[in-house]
């Protein structure tokens, strides 16, 4: 009776020597993915350089106003990582416009009505937080016109890039705000008789607010 008693006394102290068990932690994951198509309404301010060239002369104007607009996109966050991978294209009204004098009455005048772009993303998602860069092709409706009467217009076509901050304000609900970089390319233009060549490029701010369809958040 004496060796039973001894032996479960060692048998209970070599239990209490053995480690403690311990769960596995448990993997983190995301309270919501940036995954999915989203279409949203921007709106901001943008101002232009124009660098002309005209019979000898370069009047060079400056176009700034408000613009507005809309975007689409989809954006694919890769699984179990923060970052974000998308492409968006956008359109916006513009309306810019502002014209130079040079020489003995003459006179130029470049105006935007309106541009747009087709860019990939890549970002870098905080929880409901996303920084991100854009770059891609951008375009722009360019109207040039004399002082004496006469105008062309054409597609300029360059390249943008840009970045900004996006917030999920909800479950399908996200507002930005976004800088971007803009160069339309040099394109030429007949105008009452003169050949204009004129070079554009583009800044901007925007503000924006995005609905996402795809559930998931």
């Given at each position: ?5 001894a032996?479960l006394?060692?048998?209970a ?15 983190s994951?995301?309270s919501?993915?940036?995954t999915?198509?989203?279409?949203g ?5 943008d ?7 005209v ?15 809309g ?5 694919q ?8 991978l ?8 513009s ?8 020489g ?27 920084i991100y ?6 375009y ?17 076509v ?7 901050v996006e917030?999920?304000?909800g479950?399908?609900?996200s507002?930005?705000v976004e800088y971007?970089?803009?160069d339309?390319?040099?394109?030429s ?19 924006g ?9």
């Amino acid at each position: 009776m004496g060796a039973m008693v001894a032996l479960l006394a060692g048998g209970a102290a070599s239990a209490a020597d053995l480690p403690a068990y311990e769960p596995a932690p448990a993997a983190s994951v995301p309270s919501f993915s940036w995954t999915g198509a989203y279409a949203g309404v921007q709106a901001g301010y943008d101002w232009f350089d124009a660098d002309n060239k005209v019979n000898g002369f370069s009047p060079q104007s400056k176009p700034d106003g408000f613009t507005v607009g809309g975007y689409v996109g989809y954006n694919q966050q890769l699984n179990g990582s923060p970052l974000v991978l998308g492409i968006e294209t956008d359109l916006n009204y513009s309306g810019a416009d502002s014209s130079r004098r040079f020489g003995a009455g003459s006179g130029v005048r470049n105006k935007i009505d309106f541009t747009g772009a087709v860019r990939g993303r890549i970002g870098y998602a905080f929880d409901r937080f996303l920084i991100y860069g854009a770059g891609g092709l951008a375009y722009a409706d360019h109207d040039v016109k004399g002082r004496g009467g006469g105008s062309d217009d054409t597609i300029a076509v360059g390249w943008t890039i840009g970045g900004g901050v996006e917030a999920a304000l909800g479950d399908n609900v996200s507002a930005r705000v976004e800088y971007r970089y803009s160069d339309f390319g040099t394109d030429s233009f007949s105008v009452a008789g003169s050949r204009v060549k004129s070079d554009v490029t583009d800044n901007r701010v925007l503000l924006g607010v995005g609905y996402k369809f795809s559930s998931g958040w």
